[in-house]
């Protein structure tokens, strides 16, 4: 930058605020140096030089300036009008006239500006156009192109209030015009970009003020609609945080449940209540504060009085009974003797109740809670086939909700109920994946205290549940959770049994259910046999309780026409007059009483059973027919009857010459019912004995069990559903297997005294017994 003169000018420093070439402004003599300057100035032709003095401080260039104008403020404060001119920079002090300081001046003047420069500058205008635009000053802006010189449009940054002191000295310090272009220019930019940011940040939180306004109004405007409608139940002040967390002071939550929930509530608090996301929070808070993580009920540890409970209840069961009262025995022995439960975690018993429908499996679960002062809750499993039904439905599905082991436990209000998985055979599986898995992890006492719900993702402690399983079979439940249940059988009750629970627990039921008082309908023990052998045919009671209710009806119909009056005494003889015609009735005389029928035992889904076996020979070419709806393992075991009787037709006193191009027939009757297992061997053996022989069997005679190519019976399954089932039809025999001799031990002792039991290792001891008429002709092989 080159020198014009030196000049020697009075100096006025300035501590707030710089002066640049161009610049014109209004500064008030407030200090004895600045007024002694202005009066020196008078004197050097109104002009002076304006120097920065920042933080103690002198500039090194200063800016000629030229008082055009000199008063008074409004408040009598003198001051004065400076007009800059060039820069110079300053030199050393000289003597001069008055107080004021006087230095020389070396005047510089702007170079003619570069390419480069002009360039800079035309974006220097178009960056501070926008500035000014932005901020509303569009007349400044329009100003602004009047000034076409590179150096003097540089020099309008000490205007700016985005620059600081020490930044607009740097300008006033830098001779070089495109440095300056490029300092004032890059400062702009960053203020242009703060600019920017800073109205698009206004722009959407204004947009985002006016939706919130526009939502808040709306909701006010249906609250009070729903307010003036009635429907208004609850406010939106009742999701507050704060409420939540006086919910879990004094609570002993699990550590790991009590951070969970902390964070949760954390969450809330940074979640609008617009969000969908507050509602599942909200949702998912409620649902773990709801569960009784600290509530236990406590057990009634008198083992007698348990006892007493159940006898009250169920009559008959005792094994059950048995069970129930061992573990609360060891619980009582564990609490006054301050053991931990060997296994830990509460080592919480699991039992499968298994037997056919109506012997009280379930309603066995609730006097089992009731005799221990448990909570009971029943969780119905019957055809549930998604696995989300026992773990949850995690929370990112809409309408996600827990599984039945989490939504039991609330409903209990304590976390050691008696919780009762019913139909548990009955589970199914699909795509939505297999429930019995998830009942793994479930009835599994070294698992379940870390019980992991995939709604809650928090763990959960059923050890101390009592799980009590019902079931009607155990065929289709899967091996690995019938591993870990402990399976106790309810096979059925005798005559005398049902005939003891409708006496002390269906009839007088019956009889409130019918409204009938005490002493208006009396039945005698006579009409109960009756009702139980001739309009039933059950292992269990719920037809019986059904006819009974019948019973009670039709004698409330006739106490309420004033037809009778009470008392109404039903007697054996007269239950034919209120039921009807009876519905079953001893066939197996009528059934049995020719050549070619056995009568066989079997067991259903609902209990013991009795079922005939019919044989017919005709002829054709020699083969076997087999009907009646039988599985593969049924047919299998009449192929090897038929292959015994051909094989060893001589021993059992048979013509093979007449057996020769003969077909058999083999017909299992009610044929819409499907039937299988191995268990009919010996039936269908003695039935084409009986057939070949052209003597029948003897009517009062049932038999079981699977036999071999060589006339082995082997032992089968169920003999005391079978048992029970033949002494309910009226037989007085029955032939089993000889290793099947101990299960004798599980039939109740009145049926034992009522039958006789045959145990027969081989064909030929089945024979004997069921077609004695044969055996006292000898035309059966002599029985050792």
């Keep these: 930058m080159p020198t014009l003169e030196r000049l020697t000018l009075p100096l006025l420093p300035l501590s707030s605020g710089v002066m640049l070439p161009g610049m014109v402004f209004t500064m008030a003599l ?14 050097a032709g109104g002009k002076l030089l304006l120097v920065p003095h920042i933080e103690g401080r002198y500039a090194t260039v200063g800016v000629i300036s030229e008082i055009t104008e000199r008063g008074e403020l409004p408040g009598g404060l003198s ?4 007009r800059g001119g060039q820069r110079a920079v300053i030199g050393t002090g000289v003597p001069g006239t008055g107080q004021a300081l006087w230095v020389e001046a070396e005047v510089l003047e702007d170079e003619d500006p570069s390419q ?16 000014l635009l932005q901020r509303g000053a569009g007349r400044i802006a329009a100003q602004l192109r009047d000034v076409t010189d590179p150096g003097r449009l540089a020099d309008v940054a000490g205007y700016s209030p985005d620059l600081t002191l020490a930044q607009k000295v740097e300008v006033l310090e830098t001779l070089d015009v495109e440095g300056r272009l490029r300092l004032v220019l890059g400062w702009a930019r960053d203020t242009l970009a703060d600019l920017t940011l800073r109205e698009r940040i206004k722009s959407d939180v204004e947009d985002g003020m006016e939706r919130t306004q526009r939502e808040f109004l709306l909701r006010r405007q249906l609250e009070a609609i729903r307010k003036e409608l009635g429907e208004l139940s609850r406010t939106e002040g009742d999701v507050d945080p704060d409420d939540y967390r006086a919910r879990i002071e004094g609570r002993s939550l699990p550590d790991k449940v009590q951070a969970a929930v902390g964070r949760e509530i954390d969450r809330l608090e940074r979640t609008s209540d617009q969000s969908p996301e507050n509602g599942w929070i909200r949702t998912w808070l409620d649902t773990v504060l709801e569960l009784p993580w600290d509530v236990e009920s406590e057990d009634r540890l008198d083992v007698a009085q348990a006892a007493e409970i159940l006898d009250e209840d169920h009559d008959g069961l005792g094994d059950v009974k048995e069970r129930i009262l061992e573990h609360l025995a060891v619980r009582k022995l564990q609490a006054e003797r301050g053991l931990v439960p060997v296994g830990g975690h509460g080592a919480g018993a ?14 066995l679960g609730e006097s089992v809670a009731r005799a221990l002062g448990r909570s009971f809750v029943r969780v119905a499993l019957g055809g549930v086939r998604d696995e989300a039904e026992i773990r949850g439905h995690r929370r990112t599905y809409v309408g996600a909700q827990p599984g039945r082991m989490v939504r039991a436990l609330r409903e209990a209000g304590t976390m050691n109920p008696v919780l009762l998985l019913d139909e548990v055979d009955k589970v199914g599986a699909d795509y939505r994946g297999d429930p019995s898995s998830a009942l793994l992890e479930v009835l599994d006492p070294a698992q379940n205290h870390t019980f ?7 763990d959960l402690d059923l050890s101390h549940v009592l799980f009590i399983a019902t079931a009607n079979v155990i065929d289709t439940i899967p091996g690995p959770l019938l591993d870990r249940m402990e399976v106790i059988r309810l096979d059925g009750y005798t005559e005398a049994e049902k005939v003891s629970i409708a006496r002390h627990h269906l009839l007088p039921r019956q009889q409130e259910r019918a409204a009938l008082t005490e002493g208006e309908l009396e039945v005698t023990d006579g009409a109960l046999r009756a009702v139980v052998g001739d309009y039933t045919r059950e292992a269990g009671v719920r037809n019986l309780e059904r006819e009974l209710g019948r019973l009670a009806r039709k004698v409330a119909t006739r106490v309420a026409a004033g037809q009778v009056t009470a008392p109404v005494v039903v007697e054996g003889s007269s239950v034919r007059t209120w039921l009807g015609r009876p519905r079953f009735f001893f066939e197996a005389a009528d059934r049995v009483g020719v050549p070619g029928v056995a009568t066989g035992l079997a067991v259903t889904g609902a209990g013991g059973d009795v079922l005939f076996v019919e044989a017919s020979m005709s002829d054709g070419p020699e083969g076997l027919t087999l009907t009646g709806q039988l599985g593969d393992v049924m047919k299998e075991s009449a192929e090897i009857a038929l ?5 060893h037709a001589a ?3 048979l013509d093979p010459v007449a057996m020769a191009g003969k077909r058999f027939h083999v017909h299992v009757p009610a044929g819409a019912v499907p039937k299988d297992g191995p268990s009919a061997g010996v039936t269908m053996t003695t039935a084409l004995v009986s057939l070949l022989l052209g003597v029948p069997a003897r009517p009062t005679v049932g038999m079981t069990g699977e036999v071999t190519l060589q006339g082995r019976v082997l032992p089968i399954g169920g003999v005391k559903q079978k048992v029970l089932a033949a002494h309910r039809a009226g037989l007085t025999e029955v032939v089993l297997p000889a290793r099947n001799g101990p299960d004798l031990e599980d039939v109740p002792e009145e049926v034992r005294d009522q039958m006789t039991f045959h145990l027969a290792s081989t064909v030929a001891e089945v024979l004997a017994p069921a077609l004695q008429e044969a055996a006292a002709a000898g035309q059966l092989p002599a029985v050792a």
Excluded: C, M, Q, W
């Design 651 to 653: 021993e059992l006193g």
């Design 79 to 82: 001051a004065i009008v400076v």
């Design 30 to 43: 407030e200090s004895d140096d600045a007024r002694v300057a202005a009066d020196a100035a008078e004197s």
């Design 452 to 458: 992991r719900d995939h709604y809650l993702e928090v």
């Design 643 to 647: 292959s015994f009787v051909r094989s």
């Design 350 to 363: 699991i039992l499968a109740l298994v037997g056919p429908p109506g012997v009280g499996k379930t309603s």
């Design 116 to 131: 480069a420069a002009t360039e800079l500058a035309r974006e220097y205008r178009a960056v501070l156009e926008n500035i």
